[in-house]
């Protein structure tokens, strides 16, 4: 017998209340492997297993944070990191769209180009980063040039793709009723890719907050790069880990805020 509407009701309660502890206890389980690290590593350094010239320890690491958080430089440096990720993450995706949607538009021009791209794209892109800091200069438009360098061959690539892997018989049925190519593509294509898009976006602000690290290496004054490799070069190990603990928290925050984003688009 079919479920009257109160035991739906009632079965769809149980059901997210499930959910929901099930949530809390994954998030729980996850805090505490943090904090059982933490733990270990400290006890470790205290008890002189692991040498804290080398691996430093949360303390340290913590006091140094204070340091940097008290006299206000820290923001300094994560809001030019943030700056330089941003602008490398909505011109390298949005650049590589385009040119993704030009090469879908002009088929021959996708042929001319294949090989290309294949080669870049086999390239490590970060073996090109002292190049494109000459051309473009050592400063934030040379690290901004190299995380775009990082991830626009990897959005035309994956873009392009799943352009091409829209169902050709919906492509030709639009075709029978006179649509063009421009309402094709608005009609269909960009909409059928509306979550590969979105998962690439995900991808790409990785990769750009890598490329903006790696130019922060080699070229950076101010910024969460240039703190780990200026830690390396004096061996202060605690501002590595520093640097490395907030760039992760950063890389935390950029992906919850995507999440966010696209939690969003998907309720329109």
């Known amino acids: 017998m079919p479920l009257t509407a109160e035991e739906t009701k009632t079965a769809h309660q149980a059901w997210l209340l499930q959910h929901k502890r099930e949530k809390q206890k994954i998030r729980?389980?996850?805090?505490?492997?943090?904090?059982?690290?933490?733990i270990l590593w400290e006890?470790?350094?205290?008890?002189?297993?692991?040498?804290?010239?080398?691996?430093?320890?949360?303390?340290?690491?913590?006091?140094?944070?204070?340091?940097?958080?008290?006299?206000?430089?820290?923001?300094?440096?994560?809001?030019i990191t943030m700056e330089e990720t941003f602008a490398g993450f909505f011109i390298g995706t949005f650049s590589g769209i385009a040119i993704a949607t030009l090469l879908w538009w002009k088929p021959i021009l996708s042929r001319i180009l294949d090989p290309f791209l294949v080669v870049l794209n086999a390239l490590p892109k970060t073996?090109?980063?002292?190049i494109?800091?000459?051309w473009f200069g050592a400063g934030m438009p040379g690290i901004i040039a190299v995380a775009v360098s990082i991830c626009i061959v990897v959005t035309i690539i994956s873009a392009y793709t799943d352009f091409r892997n829209v169902d050709e018989d919906k492509v030709r049925m639009l075709q029978s009723f006179g649509a063009t190519r421009g309402q094709i593509l608005y009609k269909l294509i960009l909409p059928a890719n509306r979550d590969n898009m979105l998962s690439l976006a995900k991808i790409n602000m990785g990769l750009c907050l890598i490329g903006v690290i790696v130019g922060e290496f080699l070229v950076s004054r101010c910024g969460i790069g240039y703190l780990i490799v200026y830690g390396s070069q004096v061996f202060r190990l605690d501002l590595v880990m520093m640097g490395v603990v907030i760039l992760a928290v950063c890389a935390w925050f950029l992906n919850s805020l995507l999440n966010l984003l696209e939690h969003h688009i998907k309720n329109l």
Do not use: E, K
């Open 127 to 130: 073996a090109l980063a002292p």
């Open 43 to 79: 006890a470790a350094a205290r008890l002189g297993i692991l040498d804290t010239f080398l691996f430093s320890c949360p303390s340290a690491v913590l006091q140094i944070f204070w340091t940097y958080f008290s006299n206000g430089t820290i923001w300094r440096h994560i809001g």
């Open 132 to 134: 494109v800091i000459v």
């Open 28 to 38: 729980g389980i996850q805090v505490s492997l943090l904090a059982g690290f933490l």
